[in-house]
Structures are given as C-alpha cells and as structure tokens.
C-alpha cells in the first residue's frame, strides 16, 4: 500500500532566513549558534561540521591546501541543504567555518539572494585554549587553529561583521549578534557585497 504524500509542514512565517556564525575552531560558534536558534521561531540550526563528516573514506583535513576541491564539495552540499530549510519558511542559523573568501561559492551554491553573516574573532589565544581544554570535540589542532584564526584576520570583511568579544561571554555575543541582524547590519547579498 502506498501512503499518499501530503504537504510538508511549513512554519507560520512566510520566508525564511539565513543567519550563518563562522569563526575559526574555538571562537564560541556552537554556543552562540545554539542560544540564537533556540531564540527564534520556528528555527533550524545548521551544523557545517557534519557535512564533511559525511565524507567516508578519503578525507582531507580541510585546513590544509589540497583540500580545497574536497571543501568545495562539503560546502556546496552545506548550502543548498541550508538553503532547503530557508526555503522552507525556517529562521536558519549555520554554524561552521565559513570564510569571507568562500562566500561567493556558498551563496551560488544556495541560491539565496542574501542572508545574514557573523564572524565571531575573539583572540587568538583565547581559542587555541579552548580548543585544547574542550572535551569530546574531536578537533584539538592547536596549529591549525592558528592558522584558521589568522585567515579569519587577515581576510577582507567590513567590521559590522565581526564580534571580537573578549570576555568569551557566549551570551552576550549572542544578544549582540542577534540585535545586529534584527537592525539589518549583517545583511550580505547575492552579490557578496558586505
């Protein structure tokens, strides 16, 4: 017996709504992520690590430079799932490294017309302890994380962007955060213009 399909369940909300937090590994993404998501209705929370989880055998290390094609894949595939739940009518909260100079790909690869973006920056120090003090996250490459930190530095992003928040005070980032993206200053659009 086949079941008949009915329509999908769509939120109350006409459009949905993209707002991605990236950073490098211990900025406080997943904290900040999580409290935003649990704040809106109706909402979806992306985690960009899973996608290159997905990957099963082959995998590179998506810092290093022979990774570039692989990242190109995992993030592609990343955006149009997101973009899927945006879609969809969902408040949509991404939280994963995605750096200014892989913008243009994520938003062809979504389709969307714009969307919102935060780069959490605290210092550098500050992440490389949380990276090497955290429990149960895989990733504990102080190297890397430096790296990744000084790309996210060095990379071209207007300031309105960036929250430094050097007390690590995952709640206030995401109040601060929140309150940026309710007055429109996180807005990218189609363009990658910032």
Same mark, same amino acid.
């Given at each position: 017996m086949?079941?008949?399909?009915?329509? +999908?369940?769509?939120?109350?909300?006409?459009?949905?709504?993209?707002?991605?937090?990236?950073? /490098? /590994?211990?900025?406080?993404?997943?904290?900040?992520?999580?409290?935003?998501a649990?704040?809106?209705?109706?909402?979806?929370?992306?985690?960009?690590?899973?996608?290159?989880?997905?990957?099963?055998?082959g995998?590179?290390?998506?810092?290093? /430079? @022979?990774?570039?094609?692989?990242?190109?894949?995992?993030?592609?595939?990343?955006?149009?799932?997101?973009?899927?739940?945006?879609?969809?009518?969902?408040?949509?909260?991404?939280?994963?490294?995605?750096? /200014?100079?892989?913008?243009?790909?994520?938003?062809?690869?979504?389709?969307?017309?714009?969307?919102?973006?935060?780069?959490?920056? +605290? +210092?550098? @120090?500050?992440?490389?302890?949380?990276?090497?003090?955290?429990?149960?996250?895989?990733?504990?490459?102080?190297?890397?994380?430096?790296?990744?930190?000084?790309?996210?530095?060095?990379?071209?992003?207007?300031?309105?962007?960036?929250?430094?928040?050097?007390?690590g005070?995952?709640?206030?980032?995401?109040?601060?955060?929140?309150?940026?993206?309710?007055?429109? @200053?996180?807005?990218?659009g189609?363009?990658?213009?910032?």
């Open positions: 086949l079941a008949v399909m009915s329509e +999908p369940h769509r939120p109350d909300t006409a459009a949905g709504s993209l707002l991605v937090i990236t950073g /490098p /590994p211990g900025a406080g993404k997943s904290t900040v992520a999580r409290l935003i649990d704040r809106l209705p109706s909402s979806v929370l992306v985690e960009g690590d899973a996608f290159f989880a997905f990957l099963a055998s995998a590179i290390e998506p810092w290093l /430079p @022979e990774s570039h094609g692989q990242n190109h894949v995992v993030t592609a595939a990343a955006a149009a799932a997101t973009a899927t739940f945006v879609d969809g009518g969902y408040a949509t909260v991404y939280d994963g490294v995605l750096g /200014p100079w892989f913008l243009p790909h994520f938003i062809a690869s979504s389709g969307l017309r714009s969307f919102d973006y935060a780069l959490l920056l +605290p +210092p550098a @120090e500050d992440c490389v302890r949380r990276v090497v003090d955290r429990v149960g996250h895989g990733f504990d490459d102080e190297a890397a994380t430096r790296h990744m930190h000084e790309q996210f530095t060095a990379a071209d992003l207007d300031d309105r962007h960036v929250f430094v928040n050097p007390t005070d995952a709640e206030a980032t995401a109040q601060a955060v929140l309150a940026a993206s309710s007055a429109g @200053e996180l807005r990218l189609s363009d990658g213009v910032h």
